[in-house]
Each structure stands twice: as structure tokens, then as C-alpha cells.
């Protein structure tokens, strides 16, 4: 039986500053992309079916990181408290996919239409109008709920964390049978043409085999050197290695983009909005189904945190591999990165400011 080493969990220095390595990512993107116009190209041009090599080992070292930390035993504990799990659920796959639907389309598709014209040919050789690319991107963001920042959201907001864990790992799960469907189906209705092969393989490859190398590795070194020597050292070296992979799949993104940005930089702004309005209302909709379910905090605060933030990595991922890394939808995923940070530290404060007024317990 592993020994939980309770230890304070604190943001780490890549984590801290995410917001500003990522604007430092765009700024590097811009500069390479301006002096090697064609090595991104190049790079993204090593593919097997549509899948980039070089960007698919970067992508891989962004997820690993994450399921590794998973110990799925704490699923069958779920049973015990299932109102929590049930909302969550409810939550991140019957509700936020829809509203970051309706969201995204009223102001990317309506409201700001005019401000996004144009054009894209996806790497399928179809061509799109701008706008529902970044409408696509929104939509893989909404339908990816966190698997791993939430741990330290949920911390952060003084929550249950043993809960926090059991939905990672739950919806982990969740995503291999309903990401690909259900967000394929969404592009439909986006107008954006679906590669079901593409988007299913995106899915086995980028959640399924590092979610199944996670478990059997995270097993192994458990088992020959010990629960604490794998959270203390293994965990604490590997961590910044999944931050680091994602900042490089950023400067080879912008090295697309950096024309777009630097003469339409209202772009980014636009797309951070409706963004911005979804994580606020998910967060704010499970907090109040977690009142009214008569909820401990401990497990509100973790409940809404889950529903609030995204899988960005799994989006980026996915639209990379779907669209081509140059694609409007990969842009929109990038700037889900942007806002990340300080939307989740603006809603933890909050959470943790309200609690002595709704939750009396």
C-alpha cells in the first residue's frame, strides 16, 4: 500500500510564470519565424497520416508528466461520496461543450465576425473561413476538462484533494470514449470538415498511450524504489520537462503566426473573451449546484476548478494533428494557454473569499 506523503504543493517556477513564458514563447515564434521562415515549416512537414514527428514527441512530453502522476485506485473510492464526482461529470460533459459552443460562435461567429475575415487552407487542403477555425479551437478546449493544474487550483483553494485526484483520473477515462465523438460532432455543427480517423488517433495517441505508459511505468518505480522517492524526486524532475515541451510546441506554432499577430494583434484579445466568459460562468454554475447539493466547500471549490479549466495540452494536441500547426484552431487553443494562469488564480482567490458567506461548513 503506498504511504501518501503529505507535502504543501506550491506553484512551481515554470507554473508561477506561465502567462509570461508564454508571451515570451510568441515573441521567440515571431523572431524565428521572421529570420527561418521555413524551418517550422519544414519541421511540421515530417509527418506519418497528417502526424508531425517532431511535434508529436513534444506533444507526448507534455502529456506523460501528467498521467503518470494519476493513481487511478482512488476511482473506486468515488463510490463513497458520489454527489461530487456526479456534478463534475455533469458538468465538464453535459454542460461546458455546449456553452463553449454557444459562447464561442455568438461573439467569434457573430459579434466579431467582421474584425476576423478571411481565409485558411487546413492541411487537409480544405478551405475554411477564419473564424470557424478559431471557433473549432475554442470547442477542443472546451471539451478537454484539466487533468493537471486542477491538482494545484484545488490546493490552492484549500479544497479536497483527494477528490481533485479522483476526477483527474476519472476523466482521464472519460476523454478516450467521449472526446473524439463528441468533438467531432461539435465540429460539425462548427461547419469544419471532421478526419474521424485523424481525431480518433489524436486521441488514442496524445491521451490513451500516455495515460497506458503513465500507469504501468508509475507502477514499476513504485514498486522497485518506493511511493516517496517516485513523488519526491521522480515527480519533482519530470515536471517542468511537460511545461517545457509545451513552451517549445508555442515557439513553433508562432513561428507561423507572427505575421497574423503582429498585423492583427486585436486577434488574440478577441478570442481571449469568450474564452474568459466561459471559464467565469462553468466556474460559477458548479459553485451554485454545489450549494444547492449542499456541498462541503472542499469539495465545491475542487468541483468548479475541474469544470473551469481546460486540458490544454489534450486541445493542442488535437488541432495540431487535426487543422496543421499553423491553423487558426491551434492559434485559439494557444491563447486558452495565455489566460489560463491568471483567470485560475483570479477564481481560487474568489472561492476562497466567498467561503465563510456560502458554505458554512
Not at 460562435?105 to 475575415?117: D, E, M, R, S, W
Not at 492583427?264 to 473573451?273: G, H, M, R, S
Not at 495540452?313 to 489566460?339: K, N, P, R
Request: charged fraction near 15%; include cysteine.
Amino acid at each position: 500500500m503506498e504511504q501518501v506523503v503529505r507535502q504543501e504543493i506550491r506553484l512551481s517556477f515554470f507554473e508561477r510564470y506561465l502567462t509570461a513564458w508564454v508571451i515570451g514563447c510568441i515573441g521567440l515564434g515571431i523572431l524565428l519565424g521572421k529570420l527561418f521562415p521555413r524551418a517550422a515549416v519544414t519541421l511540421d512537414a515530417i509527418s506519418v497520416y497528417q502526424v508531425s514527428i517532431p511535434i508529436a514527441v513534444c506533444l507526448f512530453f507534455m502529456m506523460y508528466p501528467i498521467m503518470v502522476k494519476i493513481d487511478f485506485r482512488e476511482v473506486v473510492k468515488a463510490g463513497r461520496m458520489p454527489k461530487p464526482v456526479l456534478l463534475t461529470l455533469f458538468i465538464n460533459w453535459c454542460v461546458k461543450p455546449f456553452t463553449m459552443l454557444a459562447i464561442a460562435t455568438f461573439f467569434l461567429g457573430f459579434l466579431f465576425k467582421g474584425a476576423l475575415p478571411g481565409t485558411e487552407i487546413l492541411r487537409s487542403g480544405e478551405t475554411v473561413e477564419l473564424f470557424r477555425s478559431y471557433i473549432s479551437g475554442c470547442i477542443l478546449l472546451g471539451i478537454a476538462p484539466c487533468t493537471a493544474m486542477v491538482l494545484i487550483w484545488g490546493h490552492l483553494a484549500r479544497g479536497n484533494d483527494g477528490h481533485t485526484l479522483v476526477m483527474v483520473a476519472i476523466n482521464s477515462l472519460v476523454m478516450l470514449f467521449l472526446y473524439a465523438p463528441l468533438g467531432g460532432w461539435l465540429l460539425g455543427v462548427n461547419q469544419m470538415p471532421i478526419p474521424w480517423e485523424t481525431i480518433v488517433l489524436s486521441v488514442l495517441v496524445y491521451v490513451g498511450l500516455p495515460l497506458l505508459l503513465g500507469y504501468y511505468s508509475r507502477k514499476l518505480m513504485i514498486a522497485r524504489k518506493g511511493f516517496k522517492w517516485f513523488e519526491e524526486e521522480f515527480i519533482h524532475y519530470l515536471t517542468p520537462v511537460s511545461i517545457f515541451a509545451l513552451l517549445l510546441t508555442l515557439v513553433l506554432l508562432f513561428s507561423f503566426k507572427g505575421e497574423l499577430i503582429i498585423n492583427q494583434p486585436q486577434v488574440i484579445f478577441l478570442i481571449a473573451i469568450p474564452l474568459f466568459i466561459q471559464t467565469c460562468l462553468i466556474f460559477g454554475l458548479t459553485y451554485v449546484f454545489a450549494r444547492w447539493l449542499r456541498l462541503s466547500y472542499e469539495d465545491a471549490a475542487p468541483s468548479a476548478l475541474v469544470g473551469a479549466s481546460n486540458h490544454f495540452e489534450v486541445a493542442i494536441a488535437t488541432s495540431t494533428v487535426l487543422f496543421g500547426l499553423s491553423s487558426g484552431a491551434s492559434l485559439a487553443t494557444v491563447v486558452g494557454v495565455l489566460i489560463e494562469v491568471p483567470v485560475m488564480l483570479g477564481l481560487v482567490w474568489f472561492a476562497r473569499a466567498t467561503r465563510p458567506r456560502l458554505f458554512k461548513n
